[in-house]
């Protein structure tokens, strides 16, 4: 494999919870979280796909009034 693949595939199976110990292995083997430097959870992804509903529905509805102009 790539080893960029190698270092994705090391931290998927490092970062799941397991279902016996309900723990990742990485904090089973440090007794800590792990600390990737930026927040995988942030909001700013669901903001944008937000917005970008928020956007399709308004051109529907623009399409939708146009058509019925014609």
Do not use: C, W
């Amino acid at each position: 494999m790539h080893p960029t693949l190698n270092d994705l595939a090391e931290f998927a199976i490092n970062n799941k919870a397991h279902l016996t110990t309900k723990v990742s292995l990485f904090i089973a083997n440090y007794e800590r979280e792990l600390r990737m430097g930026i927040d995988i959870r942030r909001k700013g992804i669901m903001e944008k796909a937000t917005k970008f509903i928020e956007r399709m529905k308004k051109v529907q509805e623009e399409a939708g009034a146009a058509l019925k102009r014609v």
